[in-house]
Every structure is written in C-alpha cells, then in structure tokens.
C-alpha cells in the first residue's frame, strides 16, 4: 500500500493544496525553484488549468447534482413500492434482496471504481456509470419475476458505485479548488432531500395509476439528460498514467484485492440483513458469514500489504493519511446517523402520531429542509474563510444533540419538539457531510483523488447499511420484549403489522401499551444506536487537519518569467541566481517582476531538524507518513541528499 515508484505517477497537482514530497533532478537545480520548495507549498510546474465559463459549469453542475438525487433516491425509493411488488410476484422470501442486492453491487465495486478513474478518463468511465445505472433501471421497471427486479437492482448498484465519485472528479476539473466548498454542499443537499423524497416519491407512485414500476422509470428522464450534457458540453484535459499494454492495465486494477473485498462485504451486509429479522444471531448461517467477512477482509488487508509497492487498491499513502483517515471515519458516522433517522422517523409518526405514509413524510421536511439549509451555509462559509475543519466539529455536535433530543420523544411530544429537533439534526448532518470530500480534494495529490473519494464514498454507503441493520434488529428485539409483557395479546401478530395497524383488533385498554412499546423500542433502541453513532463523529472530526482550500500555491507568471531568465542565464554559463547581472537589460528585466522575497536554500545541517520537527509542526501528516509509511521512509534522505548536493 505506498505510491508506486514509477515517474509516470508523479503528475503535478494543479487544484490540490498539497502534493507529496518529490526527489529533485540533482543535475540541475535552481536557487529560486529551491528556495520556493522551502516554503512548505507545493509546485505547479504547469500553467494553471483553463475552467469552462460560468454558464458552462452551472449547467454541468446541474447535471450532476441530478445524478447524485437518483443515486441517492434509488436507495429509499424502493421501500413503499415492496408490498406491490410482493404482492404482484407472490415473492415475500425475495423481500431482503430488493435492497440487498443494489446495496451489495453499490459498495463492493466502489473501490474498484476508484483505482479505474485513477486509470482511464473520467468522462468515459462516468457515463458507462449513469448508463448501467440506466440499465439496471430499465430491468427493474419492466420486470416480469422477483428474479428479474434482483438482477436489475444489482445491475442499478453497480453503475451507481462509480456515479458519486464520478461526479466529485469532474467537478475537481470544472471548478477551482476554492470555489467547491459551496457546490459540493449542494451534493450533500441531495442526498439529504432525496433520502425524505425517495418514500413519498415511492409510496405516491404504488398508490397511482403509475404503480410502482415508475419508481424506476423516473431515473431514464433525468438519468438521459445528465449523459446529454456531460457528453456534448464536457470537455476533460486529464493526463493518466500510462501503462504499456492491457495485461498491465488489469495488473494494476488489483483483481484479486476486488476478489477478496466484494464477497467479504456481501457476507457482511448479508449477515445483517438477516441477523435477528430472519434467523437468530447463533443461528449457524450467520456465524458462517461473519466468520467468512472475517476471514476474507484479514486477507483483503494482508493482500494489500503484499502489493503496496505496486498495485494495491487502497494504497497506503492514501488510508493511513491523516484527513482521509478521520474523514472515512466522519463519512461513517454521519451516513449511519442521516439514513437511520431518516428511515425510522416516518415510522414514529405513523404508529405514534397516526399519521398516513404521506403525512409523515411531510412532517419529515424540516430535516429535509435543515440538511440543505446547513450545506449550502456551511459550504458557502467555507468557500469564504478556506476553513472546513470547524464546520465539521461544529456540525458533528449539533448532530450528536439533536438525536439525543430524539431519543426523548414520547406520545406527548408536541409539533414543536419533534420540529425542532429535526432542524438541529439535519443543520448538524448539512454542516458535516460533504466536507471529508473537499478535504481529499485539499490534501491528496490530483491522481490520488479518485482512490480517495471513492473510500469516503465506501465509508458513508457502509454506515448507512450496517446501522440501518443495526436499528431494525434493536427495533425489532426491544418492540418484541415489551410486548411479550403484556398479557392478552399475540407479539407475532402485532409484529407482522405495519406501523398504522399496531392497534388494530386489539382491547382499548391494551392499545396504549403497546403504543409505549412501540415507540420505547424506536427511542431507545434505533434512535439510541444512532445517538452512540453520531457522538463518536465528534471525534472524529476533531481529528481533522485544519487545512484551508485557499492555500493552494502556485508559480505566478512574473515567477515563471524569472525562472525562464535564469534558465537562460544557466545555458549562457552563469552559476545560478547570485549571477544575475545587476546592471544593463538583465536588471532591467528581473528587477521591473514581482518577485517576493527569496530564502537561501537550507543547510544540510538543518535537515534532520527540519524532519524531527515536523511533529509539533501543523504538517503532521508528513511526520507520521515518513514514521509509519515505509515507503515513503527513504524521502528524507532523498531529501537530505539533494540539499547536500547544493554545495
């Protein structure tokens, strides 16, 4: 797991604020090139990229944010429509697979999407997404059998496992690096609004002459409009590694690391799935499934080792970073918490407000509306100052507080409570979520972008499906006790009922219990699982380097103006920079730049100073690279040599 040794890789990073230390050419050096590398900045050795016009971008970006909604609706869309669906298909043994199956294809693909955008153009690899998204749609909404809809959700999760970091790297080359904190809140804005949408949507579409074969016909509008932009108004200038031929090109697509990550994630999401809603969890088949995710995952971190210096999927410069490390852990945190509340909220006001499927989800709306309010706020303060670090631990709090709040609805809570702790849960999931994304874009090198989105992505989709198993499974375990402690009534019966038919044929004197059962079981089972969840983001959070996306540094032209006289200075046969002529045109030409003022290169002596230091430094990611990494171990030495040479 290292960067790989090959100057094909060496790319330089043009919207990122940080590259990896490089070794410097020794048989050439300038002063002013050396005493710019001292300045903690990285290089830009290129002219700076070209963006497209404002109304360009605004038109691409729309695109996008559409692909992102139906990724995003796709995945709560299904819920209302599983009854019809059972119904028409006599096929309730099937009911897991629905969801399973698009969530298994989803993320165990993720990783690979980003090892092959770090490969192949991101235009090509992008619209083959939306257009196996498109597929996969299509069998779903003209299936004729329970078999045929499971083969077209997974063919629907596997093209969207490349969409979302698609649409991250083509807004990287549409948009300067200071300018995305404001539209890539706006990402995280639809997936909030189509997290509440997608069961109104849902159960609007089963409830209609549309039935709810439209809750998959509605992505071939929208999803046809996104290719027909990104295919006649995008225009991508990338520079990819390039590799000798196809064997070399599948060598370094790591499809062992694939063979090994894809099953172990399906046993696991397999396994709690099934844990505790179908089988009981010492039941042999789940045993078996979290032995083998076990098993499979140690040798996925075992191959990956083994690879480091040549083809690992998650290379290690990546995973042990510092902001990518805490970020994945954020991403976690906040799709467990967004997507639980989300799901289960509907449900508290169905059985314990009696509210109809429609209701509940407009009573859903001040989330809805706090998600989207808290990204465009934050990302635009953000695109302000540069810093996106105290958004996030600002955001993960107000998170924690207010699904703590939740946990202490009762029968009795008012129109007030429930909306406004609604509004500072989804202020705190707003303020939160899309930063990690920005902070891959800050800190990692351009070519190590796609890997890096692509594990946050992986982060978040996982969060969201472990603890939406882990809340149904506490519902279902807590709801079950309380109700075997009232006497007169069958558990089974009132479980096998959907949330407004709790109390249906039952004693009026007993319906009251069961209500308090009910909604015992969601506040201190679902919503108290996603309180531990969204307390341990703050951490998290703080974790984070406090890194701004204004600090990118770059040549200015009057820089590279002078870089172009000394080099020809050099090839007249002077020593360097000392040997500028100071007076006549030479003088004349250097002195009429702006050249800010130039350090002289660091010492030899200094640089062992210079390493130890960076601990107590705010580099620490550099620090704790060249400690733990051992393959970027030899760059302070490279380092150390190069300065040497100098004299």
């Known amino acids: ?183 890539q809140g706006l990402f995280g804005a639809c997936f909030g609004v189509a997290s509440v949408a997608g069961p109104l949507l849902g159960g609007a579409f089963t409830e209609s002459k549309a039935t709810w074969r439209w809750c998959f016909y509605i992505n071939l509008p929208l999803g046809a409009l996104t290719i027909l932009v990104v295919c006649f108004m995008l225009k991508l200038e990338e520079k990819k590694p390039k590799l000798a031929n196809w064997k070399e090109t599948i060598k370094h697509l790591d499809p062992l690391g694939t063979a090994l990550f894809l099953p172990s994630i399906t046993c696991l999401l397999l396994a709690l799935e099934w844990g505790a809603a179908d089988y009981p969890w010492s039941a042999p088949r789940i045993i078996a499934l979290l032995v083998v995710f076990a098993v499979l995952l140690v040798a996925f971190v075992a191959w990956q080792y083994f690879t480091r210096n040549t083809t690992a999927t998650v290379p290690a410069r990546i995973i042990i970073q510092r902001s990518i490390a805490f970020g994945g852990a954020s991403q976690f945190c906040v799709g467990a918490t967004m997507l639980t509340v989300s799901i289960y909220i509907p449900l508290w006001f169905q059985a314990i407000k009696g509210a109809s499927a429609v209701q509940s989800g407009v009573n859903t709306i001040p989330l809805v509306l706090s998600v989207v309010v808290g990204s465009i706020m934050s990302g635009g303060l953000v695109q302000k100052i540069g810093y996106y670090t105290p958004f996030m631990i600002l955001g993960s709090c107000l998170m924690a507080i207010g699904t703590g709040l939740i946990t202490t609805w009762n029968m009795s809570t008012n129109s007030s409570m429930w909306i406004g702790y609604q509004v500072i849960v989804g202020f705190g999931v707003g303020s939160t979520m899309q930063h990690p994304n920005i902070a891959v874009q800050t800190v990692l090198p351009k070519h190590d972008v796609p890997i890096g989105t692509a594990l946050l992505s992986l982060c978040q989709t996982l969060g969201g499906a472990v603890f939406t198993a882990v809340g149904q499974n506490l519902y279902i375990d807590k709801f079950t006790a309380g109700l075997e402690r009232i006497d007169g009534i069958d558990p089974q019966r009132i479980l096998g009922s959907g949330a407004t038919d709790l109390t249906s044929g039952v004693q009026p004197e007993l319906q009251q219990r069961i209500l308090a059962a009910y909604n015992n079981s969601l506040t201190q089972g679902t919503f108290f699982a996603a309180l531990i969840i969204a307390c341990l983001a703050v951490p998290a959070a703080l974790g984070m380097e406090w890194r701004s996306v204004k600090e990118k540094q770059v040549l200015t032209p009057a820089t590279r103006d002078v870089e172009k006289e000394v080099s020809r200075i050099e090839r007249s046969g002077f020593g360097g920079i000392a040997a500028i002529p100071r007076t006549g045109s030479h003088e004349k030409d250097v002195g009429e730049l702006s050249l800010p003022p130039v350090r002289p290169p660091i010492p030899a002596r200094n640089s062992l100073y210079r390493i130890s230091a960076a601990q107590f430094s705010g580099d620490f990611s550099s620090y704790f690279h060249a400690k733990v990494n051992p393959d970027l171990r030899q760059e302070p030495n490279t380092r150390r040599q190069d300065e040497e040479g100098v004299f």
């Not at 077209?152 to 995305?180: C, D, E, H, Y």
């Open 1 to 183: 797991m290292s960067r790989p040794s090959s100057a094909k890789y060496r790319n330089d990073n043009a919207d990122s604020a940080i590259d990896l230390p490089q070794p410097k050419d020794k048989h050439r050096k300038s002063y002013l090139r050396e005493a710019q590398s001292a300045s903690d900045g990285p290089e830009a050795d290129e002219a700076a990229p070209v963006y497209p016009s404002a109304t360009k971008t605004a038109i691409i970006m729309v695109s996008l944010y559409i692909s992102i909604f139906l990724v995003a609706l796709d995945r709560t869309i299904i819920g209302p429509a599983i009854p019809a669906i059972t119904n028409e298909f006599n096929s309730i043994g099937d009911i897991g697979w629905y969801g399973s199956a698009y969530m298994l294809t989803a993320a165990g693909f993720m990783l690979l999407y980003g090892r092959v955008y770090t490969f192949f153009p991101t235009k090509p690899v992008f619209m083959s997404g939306i257009c196996l998204f498109e597929t996969g749609s299509v069998v779903c909404g003209a299936s004729t059998s329970s078999m045929m809809l499971i083969i077209g959700r997974a063919i629907a999760g596997l093209g969207s496992g490349g969409i979302f970091t698609g649409a991250i790297l083509i807004m990287l080359n549409t948009v300067p690096l200071a300018k995305r904190p404001m539209l």
